[in-house]
């Protein structure tokens, strides 16, 4: 039903994609709880949410904190369970003043708090930044944020409405910039949208070994921080 929260707890995967806009088309408004924060956050998440189903994979069900949801597990479960449900579009009767998801802030006050955003405020951003960073169908843009961080909301969801390619990132991007701008290369990504630290990291590399660059990459996107204006690489 509309405003029906459902938790996802998941790694960056296809899955994670799926079960996400799985969410929106059935009328719910999603939760996203990355596998990898500490299960003191994530059982405040998910008991503050008040989620009435969890969908997750079952290597990830040992992790997840004691709740009352129901859980779904989007590797056991597709075979069975999902595959028997009814393939036609699901009716929902969303407004736009319903909610999308609930994104939860980092708590570096005090207790994180849960900001509910709805279906209009996504839609205008999503058309919003399409516009401003000319977002197409040629476009191949990385989604490196956590799933918890709204700035992947930003990475998704341009990319999808407007056809362009989706690529998920590997962990090993984290501990090594080289190795990122490599394989960003060699899958021809030409959007990056990155934390402002990891960016000035990544301008170092490139300011000692400058054959590291992406011929693809058309636009960066940096925030979070001030930018070092040293580190911005024209």
Not at 65 to 77: F, M, Q, T, V, Y
Not at 158 to 183: V, W
Request: aromatic share 6%; hydrophobic share 40%.
């Amino acid at each position: 039903q509309p405003d029906s929260k459902v938790g996802i707890c998941i790694e960056r995967c296809l899955e994670m994609v799926v079960g996400i806009l799985g969410i929106l088309k059935a009328g719910g408004a999603y939760v996203p709880l990355d596998p990898a924060y500490p299960q003191e956050r994530l059982s405040h998440m998910l008991d503050d949410s008040g989620v009435s189903v969890l969908l997750t994979t079952e290597n990830l069900l040992s992790q997840i904190p004691d709740n009352k949801a129901r859980h779904i597990c989007l590797d056991r479960d597709w075979n069975n369970l999902i595959a028997s449900q009814n393939k036609s579009a699901p009716y929902s009767d969303v407004s736009p003043s319903n909610l999308a998801y609930i994104i939860y802030t980092s708590g570096s006050t005090g207790k994180s708090k849960g900001v509910m955003i709805e279906h209009n405020s996504l839609v205008n951003f999503t058309t919003t930044a399409t516009k401003e960073y000319e977002i197409n169908n040629q476009d191949r843009i990385l989604q490196f944020a956590s799933i918890s961080f709204d700035v992947a909301v930003e990475e998704m969801y341009i990319s999808l409405t407007n056809g362009a390619t989706l690529i998920l990132r590997t962990d090993d991007f984290l501990t090594s910039g080289s190795q990122m701008l490599q394989k960003c290369n060699q899958w021809g990504v030409t959007v990056l949208d990155l934390p402002t630290a990891y960016w000035h990291q990544i301008a170092s590399d490139l300011a000692i070994n400058q054959s590291l660059h992406i011929s693809s990459l058309r636009l960066v996107i940096i925030g979070g921080e001030a930018v070092i204006p040293e580190k911005v690489i024209s």
